[in-house]
């Protein structure tokens, strides 16, 4: 099933291309994370990081976080995949920066999708990269810290 059309009209005299996109079955707060995507990027020395792929259609998310005194102070992801894993990602950066890291792992994929205001049940799956990539990102630190704490 297509969720997105983008229609690239050619460049005419004096005007710039355009590029318009139908929303489909979106929310506006989806379309507004997948448009405008909070903390997208990598981050050097990361505390806890994890990839995780979606083996339904072979997308990738990826988690960076920077935890101080069991707090995550700072959280950047990468993903590689559709409007809704991409918006997904967003929405779970935004809810967990801040957070202890227990509060972040009562974060649920149900959660995030309700707070984008919704998502169709076909890309309910896309939603869950976010979640395990959390969870994954957040064990790799625990990981780092009890090989830290190791005589
Ligand atoms: Fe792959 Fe949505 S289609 S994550």
């Given amino acids: 099933m297509l969720y997105f059309t983008y ?7 004096g005007e710039q291309q355009e590029v318009m996109m139908a ?9 507004d994370h997948f448009e405008h995507p909070r903390n997208m990027g990598e981050m050097d020395g ?6 995780v792929g979606n083996p339904a259609c072979g997308d990738v998310t990826r988690i960076f976080l920077k935890i101080e005194n069991d707090r ?3 959280v950047k992801f990468k993903t ?9 990602s967003s929405m779970t950066t935004e809810l967990i920066k801040g957070k202890t890291i227990d509060e972040a792992l009562k974060l649920t994929n149900e959660i995030v999708a309700r707070e984008l205001g919704g998502l169709p049940e076909a890309k309910m799956h896309c939603s869950v990269m976010a979640e395990e990539a959390l969870r ?10 009890g090989e830290q704490g190791d005589p």
Avoid: L, W
């Fill in 23 to 31: 929303q489909g079955p979106y929310s506006d707060t989806v379309m």
């Fill in 80 to 88: 590689f995949g559709c409007a809704a894993a991409i918006a997904s």
């Fill in 46 to 51: 990361a505390d806890g990081m994890a990839q």
């Fill in 136 to 145: 994954a990102a957040i064990e790799d630190y625990r990981k780092k810290q």
């Fill in 7 to 13: 229609t690239i009209r050619p460049a005419i005299a």
């Fill in 72 to 74: 995550i102070v700072d």
